[in-house]
Nanobody, 122 residues
Framework: QLQLVESGGGSVPPGGSLRLSCTVS????????LGWFRQAPGKEREGVAC????????YYADDVKGRFTISRDGAVNTVYLQMNNLKPEDTAVYYC???????????????WGQGTRVTVVS
């Protein structure tokens, strides 16, 4: 069993930056990738970024490429999402999740965090 806890959300103006963190505890040898997802009000959850535990290969949704950076610190079982040049459309609850397979396929994500809210508003 894995537990994931996100932090770092908040309210920023357009163009601002935030850094989200997600710390994994429990059976920490059981995951092979960690991903960030988001769900905006009235919309379905969508994948934002994912990073492989083994080689650090990262994947991004098209609308965040060049603005968001996912990274990991294996020593503390934490994954980060650096978000720069935030836009109002980035407003959502952001969740991290673990992938027990390691291919960042959305169907492989199992345990989820409780989410952290990001609001981008003037």
């Amino acid at each position: 069993q894995l537990q994931l806890v996100e932090s770092g959300g908040g309210s920023v103006p357009p163009g601002g930056s935030l850094r989200l963190s997600c710390t994994v505890s429990g059976f920490t040898s059981g995951y092979h990738a960690l991903g960030w997802f988001r769900q905006a009000p009235g919309k379905e959850r969508e994948g934002v970024a994912c990073i492989s535990r083994s080689d650090g290969m990262a994947y991004y949704a098209d609308d965040v490429k060049g603005r968001f950076t996912i990274s990991r610190d294996g020593a503390v079982n934490t994954v980060y999402l650096q978000m720069n040049n935030l836009k109002p459309e980035d407003t959502a609850v952001y969740y991290c999740a673990e992938d027990s397979v390691g291919l960042c396929d959305q169907s492989d994500f199992g345990s989820w965090g409780q989410g952290t809210r990001v609001t981008v508003v003037s």
